[in-house]
């Protein structure tokens, strides 16, 4: 199977939009609804898909849609998107109409992308994983997890003032999206080794009695079985 091309996002990702003039608002009552895309084939195998732009399998496509199903009863007044097309297609069948925003790339997993953690840890010789210790460069850089946390928090500076008005819908990624919960529920980066996310799934975060909190996690058309294999 041949590799799809890597697209570069770079100037999106590496420069940022200036943070805002005034701080996130304390204790917005909107709903921040997460969906990782559906299944690829590579997710279905678990290969590690940072840049690597592939498209939905056809039951990703159906994944897509269900999760639509389970979004359409909140009032969005912010949807944003990946920009892979994984991402951008996902928001589609689920029938949301998202702005991309660049900071909401997954991961860049360097000389890792397109590879198990199996075939990794085979290769050397301990149970490797990214969020203990990290990826390395390849054809693209690769980034650290403070570097993927760094860029969810500027998605947070622009999600958290519009919680304030209504619900907000991101669609992307799952240890992307795993290391924003992190970043949500003021928690180390690393945190999101230990929440997992299938794909076509959705989740829920907001605030309790003034507290960041997980409302509702991992969500989709049939319970989750076992982690999901990236």
Known sequence: MSTPPVPEYGGGVDAPDPLPDSPAPDNPQGKL???????????????????????????????????????????????????????????????????????LIEWDYGGYEGRTTAEIRAELGYDWTAFAHGVIRGDTPGETVEEVAARASRVLTRVLPAMAQGDVALIAHGHYLRILTAVFLRQAPRFAAQITMDAGSVSVLGFDREQPAILAWNRGPHLPMEPAAS
Request: charged share 30%; proline share 6%.
């Open 33 to 103: 609804v997460l969906l990782r895309h559906g299944e690829t084939e590579w997710s279905r195998s678990g290969r590690h898909t940072g840049r690597t732009d592939i498209p939905l399998t056809p039951h990703g496509e159906d994944l897509a849609r269900a999760a639509g199903e389970l979004v359409r009863d909140y009032a969005f007044g912010l949807v944003l998107s990946s920009p892979l097309q994984r991402a951008r297609r996902t928001a589609e069948l689920a029938g949301l109409d998202a702005d991309v925003d660049p900071l």
